[in-house]
């Protein structure tokens, strides 16, 4: 799950990291009356579940409310990497004289997770690990034992030479990996971490993806996910534990376990066709389950065809076959439907569905051949 | 012969009185796998189905009947519990079939688990089956047949289907391992490779990748630099859009880094042929053995 910048700072405050204040506004009035609050000059800042929010426009500077009013009028309800912002962050311009980087990732190589510092801040850390690499340090934490001082003290020294810098550094860097751990993050980072001419070190910008299986356990940092970033369909796929991502192809695709889901989309693709969707409908053969995945795939106007590839292991296939039967009774189905369903009670479930006046296939290639075919029309 | 289990292995299954440690328990047991012992806190002293003992702790269970091996069937929340507890209670072998674990949870068990010397495969993982010798997790028994192919995926049932076109072809199987979709796992590719080129019924090896992270990358470097038996490969999700979670937590292109291409070029590179689908693996096999 991925929260906003707003957020992500609510995180990092309550663990003690200096950032600067900040009020969120959903309309251009309340964005006016923030600043008006803070006076002098403030920043407006998209709150959108997007990287490059700077370079499309989504982060302004305004030297007064009034002109906090207009940026806000101006940001709210653009689109950035096809997404709407519905929300402004009104935060007070930093006087800036230094931006570095610093960045917490869950590391699949080390099994760890990596802290990396680099006084490059203010631009993506991708593209300064691609032009200046030597730029970053990096360390991997060991989790058992968590951030050792010595270690946050290290990093800091490597980001500023001024002790009275690298003091607030190390503190900050050990708040952020406790930040990290709490919330259950695979990613924090604060870029651009500032120094004022004042000498003091400041989050300005924040970002955190949280690890979906820790959710459960940490119910405030779940109460952060802002449905409305969701694409609706997406989200009732999520609530009926259903794991769904809309594309832009004509071939809706239901499939049981991630891996094959991925293999049947490809497939799709190596015949000729492009799939309107990965959908996994994991090990359940709930016939609910089957209708709600009924309901999301029609509901996109892109689809022509639907496409079941189910193997049945610990799924019966039967079960599918009488959620398939149930699912079309209680849904008006218009779209052509290839089924191929293979393993366990394979028999009957071909059975029930030939019943039911359904076609069944029991060979991968055979199914997803058809549903290109009955996806290109008639005519072909 | 096989690769992590065989007819010594003997099991201790956590979780066996639960809705799917207990079906699960009878499909291994109907398999031919050794059970000797179930673990559920607080009904030690009970018998699961007048058969397997079932113990307040590992520990006991251990003690009590020489289990050497542990598959693990509890929910997410109390899965790194488990494994904890597992290696502690000295099994070789640790088996996590439970999805949905916190890789921060991970993050401390797997350097545990390395110490006590114990192998874990998973979590979030089929297990794994040496056909006519047991099964240890949750692939189904009835599509595999004895012969000698190795099979190592980070998928389910895309395993499954390999292995099912791969039996209609009358190509058989010497281990078919699942080692997870999750980005933190106990077991990874080149541990499976390693143990398939030391296993002497093992001819030739189907490596079954999906996009996110680089393991399949660094398992095609060990194919080239130390394997000597053929390797043959597929990469799911070579429609998958980067940013984007497909299902499997590991199953993410984060920014140029994970994609299918990428991967079946390292494979190509390294001498692996590579399926454009998972029925192509079967030719490609075939023509290897």
Same mark, same amino acid.
């Given at each position: 799950m991925n929260i906003h910048e707003y957020q992500a700072k609510e995180i990092l405050r309550a663990h003690g990291v200096p950032v600067p204040p900040g009020e969120v506004a959903t309309t251009p009035d309340e964005a006016e009356r923030i600043a008006a609050g803070y006076g002098g000059m403030v920043v407006v800042k998209a709150q959108v579940h997007a990287g490059g929010?700077?370079?499309?426009?989504?982060?302004?500077?305004?030297?007064?409310?009034?002109?906090?009013?207009?940026?806000?009028?101006?940001?709210?309800?653009m689109q950035i990497k096809e997404l709407t912002v519905e929300k402004v962050l009104i935060t007070p311009a930093e006087d800036i004289d230094t931006e570095a980087y610093l960045g917490i990732v869950m590391d699949r190589g080390s099994q760890s997770d990596v802290i990396m510092v680099s006084s490059e801040g203010g631009i993506d850390i991708e593209e300064v690990a691609a032009t200046n690499p030597d730029a970053i340090q990096k360390m991997a934490v060991d989790a058992r034992y968590g951030l050792l001082p010595h270690q946050a003290s290290a990093l800091a020294y490597g980001l500023y030479s001024e002790p009275k810098l690298a003091r607030q550094a190390a503190r900050i860097i050990a708040q952020?990996?406790?930040?990290?751990?709490?919330?259950?993050?695979?990613?924090?980072?604060?870029?651009?971490?500032?120094?004022?001419?004042?000498?003091?070190?400041?989050?300005?910008?924040?970002?955190?993806?949280?690890?979906?299986?820790?959710?459960?356990?940490?119910?405030?940092?779940?109460?952060?996910?802002?449905?409305?970033?969701?694409?609706?369909?997406?989200?009732?796929?999520?609530?009926a534990g259903l794991s769904y991502i809309q594309l832009d192809g004509d071939v809706g695709c239901c499939v049981n376990g991630a891996g094959l889901a991925m293999a049947t989309m490809d497939l799709v693709k190596h015949y000729g066709g492009e799939p309107a969707n990965f959908l996994d409908i994991g090990g359940s053969s709930n016939p609910d389950k089957v209708v709600t995945a009924f309901e999301i795939i029609t509901s996109d106007p892109n689809v022509k065809s639907i496409l079941f590839n189910?193997?049945?292991?610990?799924?019966?296939?039967?079960?599918?076959?009488?959620?398939?039967?149930?699912?079309?009774?209680?849904?008006?189905?218009k779209l052509p439907i290839a089924i191929r369903l293979t393993g366990t009670n394979e028999d009957l479930a071909v059975e029930i569905l030939k019943e039911n006046g359904f076609e069944a296939m029991t060979d991968m290639d055979e199914v997803v051949k058809r549903a290109v075919e009955l996806a290109a029309g008639p005519s072909s | 012969m096989s690769i992590f289990i065989d007819g010594n292995t003997s099991l201790v299954v956590q979780g066996i009185t639960g809705r799917d440690g207990s079906f699960h328990t009878r499909q291994m047991i109907e398999y031919g796998t050794n059970v000797v012992a179930g673990v559920t806190p607080g009904k030690g002293g009970q018998v699961f189905d007048d058969r397997v003992p079932v113990f307040n702790t590992v520990s006991e269970a251990v003690e009590e009947t020489g289990a050497n091996a542990s598959v693990i069937y509890v929910p997410a929340a109390f899965a790194s519990?488990?494994?904890?507890?597992a290696a502690d209670a000295g099994v070789d072998l640790i088996v996590c079939i439970t999805e949905g674990v916190p890789v921060a949870d991970m993050m401390t068990a797997l350097p545990y688990v390395r110490e006590k010397g114990a192998r874990l495969i998973g979590p979030n993982c089929p297990g794994l089956i040496a056909p006519g010798i047991g099964k240890i997790g949750i692939l189904p028994g009835q599509i595999v047949i004895?012969?000698?192919?190795?099979?190592?995926?980070?998928? $389910?049932?895309?395993?499954?289907?390999?292995?099912?076109?791969?039996? /209609?072809? &009358?190509?058989?199987?010497?281990?078919?391992? @699942?080692?997870?979709?999750?980005?933190?796992?106990?077991?990874?590719?080149v541990d499976c490779l390693r143990a398939f080129e030391e296993d002497p019924d093992t001819r030739a090896v189907a490596m079954i990748g999906e996009i996110g992270g680089t393991d399949e990358q660094v398992a095609a470097t060990f194919v080239?630099?130390?394997?000597?038996?053929?390797?043959? $490969?597929?990469?799911?999700?070579?429609?998958?859009?980067?940013?984007? /979670?497909? &299902?499997?937590?590991?199953?993410?292109?984060? @920014?140029s880094e994970g994609t299918a291409a990428e991967k079946m070029a390292a494979f190509r590179e390294c001498d692996i042929a590579v399926a454009e689908r998972p029925a192509d693996l079967v030719g490609l096999i075939e023509s290897r053995l």
């Open positions: 929010r700077g370079k499309a426009g989504g982060v302004k500077l305004a030297n007064d409310a009034a002109e906090a009013r207009e940026q806000a009028e101006a940001i709210l309800g952020l990996y406790d930040a990290y751990r709490a919330a259950g993050c695979t990613l924090a980072e604060i870029n651009p971490l500032i120094a004022t001419p004042a000498g003091e070190v400041k989050a300005i910008d924040a970002k955190m993806n949280i690890d979906d299986n820790a959710l459960f356990r940490i119910p405030d940092v779940e109460a952060m996910r802002d449905e409305s970033a969701e694409d609706p369909a997406e989200r009732k796929a999520r609530e189910i193997f049945g292991g610990i799924t019966r296939c039967d079960d599918v076959a009488n959620g398939i039967v149930e699912a079309t009774r209680r849904i008006d189905l | 519990s488990a494994i904890f507890e004895p012969g000698p192919v190795g099979i190592v995926s980070r998928s $389910g049932t895309l395993t499954y289907e390999v292995i099912f076109q791969l039996t /209609r072809e &009358g190509i058989g199987q010497s281990t078919c391992v @699942g080692i997870g979709g999750d980005p933190l796992i106990g077991t990874d590719f080239r630099d130390e394997m000597s038996k053929p390797v043959v $490969g597929f990469i799911a999700g070579q429609t998958a859009p980067p940013g984007r /979670r497909m &299902g499997h937590a590991g199953a993410i292109i984060s @920014g």
